[in-house]
């Protein structure tokens, strides 16, 4: 398989309230982004210095213009910040719009840790949010 580059605007950050059934694309995006972190722990012992993987924590921070309602298969602000005021868990996915051989697709499960919104003069209104992961994220390449 030859080397390629991820287009720009091609890969979509996609959630499922219902849990894997059918991804709703959160659309109008600006940016979004996938931070993974690993604490530390401190495994010193009379040997010597040592340390160990901890924790693992994954968050999902993005950005997008407000939509009001939006054709199907697409979500926007008031669905999320119902998601987010609810507390409610979802499924995520990070993938293609149109998938080739080779494309990676994360999922996972995960609830909105933070949302904002933003109005400003000369802009359309914009949200924001974080997506915490709950669990352990699952990446999968297209055959």
């Known amino acids: 398989m030859a080397e390629r580059k991820i287009a720009a605007n091609s ?9 894997a059934t059918a991804y709703d694309n959160i659309v ?4 979004y982004s996938f931070n993974g972190t690993t ?7 009379f040997c010597g210095p040592d340390s160990s993987a901890g924790n693992v924590t994954v968050t999902i921070p993005f950005t997008a213009v407000t939509l ?11 669905d999320i910040f119902d998601l ?4 409610a868990s979802f499924s995520w996915e990070i993938g293609p ?3 080739t051989t080779g494309d990676m697709v ?8 933070s949302y904002t919104e933003t109005y400003d ?12 992961v709950s669990g352990a994220v699952t990446q999968t390449l297209t055959p």
Do not use: R, V
């Open 121 to 132: 003069e000369g802009a359309f209104g914009q949200f924001s949010g974080t997506i915490t």
């Open 39 to 45: 604490e530390t722990n401190d495994a010193n012992t």
């Open 11 to 19: 890969y979509l950050l996609s959630i499922d309230p219902a849990g």
């Open 68 to 78: 009001l309602d939006p054709l199907t298969g697409k979500i926007s602000a008031p």
């Open 97 to 99: 719009a149109t998938p």
């Open 28 to 31: 109008c995006l600006l940016n």
């Open 106 to 113: 994360k999922t996972g499960m995960g609830y909105f840790s």
């Open 84 to 87: 987010w005021n609810t507390g």
